[in-house]
């Protein structure tokens, strides 16, 4: 919410010079979908500028659950 607010404000500015400035937002809190989708709705900002969180987050979970599944797998021999 303190970034929400934070946005609203920059928003806010940038529309009482020139509404036709979009402003986007990225980093801080904003890393994941919900969140970002949440700011959004919430501050009039008009996009997100993904980095690491399009990137990289989606990618290590991916990996995270790969690796937990293929840890499940019963082993008939072990050393």
Do not use: C, M, W
């Amino acid at each position: 919410e303190e970034a929400a607010e934070g946005i609203r404000e920059i928003v806010r500015a940038v529309e009482s010079e020139d509404r036709a400035i979009p402003v986007l937002v990225h980093g801080g809190p904003l890393n994941d979908v919900g969140t970002v989708g949440k700011v959004l709705d919430s501050t009039g900002a008009a996009g997100y500028v993904t980095g690491s969180t399009g990137e990289r987050l989606p990618t290590e979970e991916a990996v995270k659950l790969a690796v937990e599944a293929f840890k499940k797998i019963k082993l008939r021999y072990q050393a």
